[in-house]
């Protein structure tokens, strides 16, 4: 069973639409975090959450928005899709135990702004 | 701020051949170093990480010694097999926000 689930796992949208990706968890941490994927760049921060009143902005977070609504989901919205928000996105999760630095990653979601 | 710089690919080796991908970090701090694997239509699953320098991380028959002295924490495997051909990221977290700084990724491919 998955620890980290992402819905929906591939989406097709249109530019100016708005899309919700979400992220849930059963693992009971408390950190979780939104990257986005491209091809040649790696993985790259969109927002991370320390806890459900704790929301921070990542490196790219530009066009993008979240949501903590409790402490097992994480949601991330685009408020205007545009094009160049195409790629894989992938939801993750840490906890904040000394020494528990790994992250657990879910397993993506295929996003198409066209 | 943060870097992780990895070699281009894509690799190609045949099978039982040794593996090397380097690696190397620019970071404040005492970073933690973490090698992930990407398998084709999936997420990212951690490889092998190190917490302290010299500390050599494993798995799998996988191997990476984080250098504090170099800044780098290469991949190694002695005999690599089909199975392994994947896309490897190596990526650093920072003590603060434990979020993650990727290199860019290694495409993998092992020939028969």
Known sequence: DADVTQTPRNRITKTGKRIMLECSQTKGHDRMYWYRQDPGLGLRLIYYSFDVKDINKGEISDGYSVSRQAQAKFSLSLESAIPNQTALYFCATSDSGQGKNEQFFGPGTRLTVL | ?112
């Not at chain 2, 593996?19 to 970090?25: A, E, K, S």
């Not at chain 2, 997420?43 to 170099?70: C, M, P, V």
Request: hydrophobic share 30%; proline share 4%.
């Open chain 2, 1 to 112: 701020g943060n870097s992780v710089t990895q070699m281009e690919g894509p690799v190609t080796l045949s099978e039982e051949a040794f593996l090397t991908i380097n690696c190397t970090y620019t970071a404040t701090g005492y970073p933690s170093l973490f090698w992930y694997v990407q398998y084709p239509g999936e997420g990212l699953q951690l490889l092998l990480k190190a917490t302290k320098a010299d500390d050599k991380g494993s798995n799998k028959g996988f191997e990476a010694t984080y250098r504090k002295e170099t800044t780098s924490f290469h991949l190694e495997k002695g005999s690599v097999q089909v199975s392994d051909s994947a896309v490897y990221f190596c990526a650093l977290s920072d003590t603060g926000r434990r979020a993650l700084t990727f290199g860019s990724g290694t495409r993998l491919q092992v020939q028969p």
